[in-house]
């Protein structure tokens, strides 16, 4: 089998229904399926998807176990040679999979690619392409600098804002809406780490495959259709501390050494900046 597609649902049925017609014919002609985790799973909801898809692989989970862990049974159960990570309020072009698939075979030392995302208004979404992280980076993302010069590379190198949106990179960045894989480099790293349990899971696994000294590469000139955030409420409690907790985990995990302490010390005071922010605006 050529292509696994696993989609993590929450909540949001509605989303989910067009996300799957558009990768079942973006499917024709290729050997693939259709996995979807649907986490903290509503019962009528759940057999409703069933009826309409008896083709696909659906696993409801009671509980709602986060993206990650749920990405990993998908990939668990996944059969084709190469999996695409995608999330259930996306609508994907026809050619978006073979594009896709014919790029990642024809490039052996790439070990992943995500594609250009378009709201629902086709407006551009910075994330689709970005950088790692780096202090200074970070303290232009988190201080709002980059949203001041969009198209910098210096002020905004987080976005990569002086890259031509439409065309092909190799980025250090990925965004998990969109994210395909060889199915045995994911699982050789052992897929997404589960101690996110959501946000920066992306940024984590794009580093560890280029660790392994394979290529992320950002298609332009694929684009999909991404309702950006529909799964959760951003003005909420819960997406603060998951979003902030999973920046924190992520500066504890790849900035350890003695040597990265400043740059550690300076990058949790700018979440904690940030995250004061953040939480007298939802005040």
């Known amino acids: 089998m050529e292509l696994s597609v696993i989609i993590v649902n929450y909540k949001v049925?509605?989303?989910?229904?067009?996300?799957?017609?558009?990768?079942?014919?973006?499917?024709?002609?290729?050997?693939g399926e259709i996995i979807v985790i649907d986490n903290e799973s509503n019962p009528i909801e759940a057999n409703r998807m069933i009826e309409l898809f008896p083709s696909i692989k659906f696993i409801a989970n009671l509980e709602n176990k986060g993206f990650s862990k749920a990405n990993n049974q998908g990939l668990a159960i996944a059969n084709g040679q190469n999996v695409l990570f995608l999330n259930p309020d996306?609508?994907?072009?026809?050619?978006?999979?073979?594009?896709?698939?014919?790029?990642l075979c024809q490039h052996q030392?790439?070990?992943?690619?995500?594609?250009?995302?378009?709201?629902?208004?086709?407006?551009?979404?910075?994330e689709s392409k970005r950088a790692y992280p780096k202090p200074l980076t970070a303290f232009f993302k988190l201080s709002g600098f980059a949203d001041i010069f969009p198209r910098?590379?210096?002020?905004?190198?987080?976005?990569l804002g002086n890259l031509d949106k439409d065309k092909i990179y190799s980025v250090e960045i990925l965004a998990g809406a969109y994210l395909m894989v060889r199915t045995q480099l994911v699982k050789q790293i052992g897929g997404f780490d589960e101690q996110f349990f959501m946000y920066g899971e992306d940024i984590d696994l794009s580093k560890r495959l280029s660790a392994l000294g394979f290529q992320n590469h950002y298609l332009g000139n694929i684009v999909i259709q991404h309702i950006k955030g529909a799964s959760t409420n951003k003005n909420s409690k819960d997406y603060l501390y998951h979003f902030y907790h999973s920046m924190h985990l992520f500066v504890n995990k790849h900035h350890a050494s003695k040597s990265h302490w400043l740059e550690r010390k300076l990058l949790h005071l700018a979440i904690r900046g940030s995250k004061s922010i953040a939480l007298l605006k939802y005040r």
């Open 90 to 103: 996306t609508v994907l072009p026809q050619h978006a999979l073979k594009d896709s698939l014919s790029y």
């Open 152 to 159: 910098s590379g210096f002020f905004n190198h987080y976005a």
């Open 109 to 126: 030392l790439v070990g992943a690619i995500g594609v250009q995302m378009v709201n629902k208004e086709g407006q551009f979404l910075p």
């Open 13 to 31: 049925y509605h989303y989910l229904i067009p996300c799957i017609e558009s990768v079942q014919a973006a499917l024709n002609g290729i050997d």
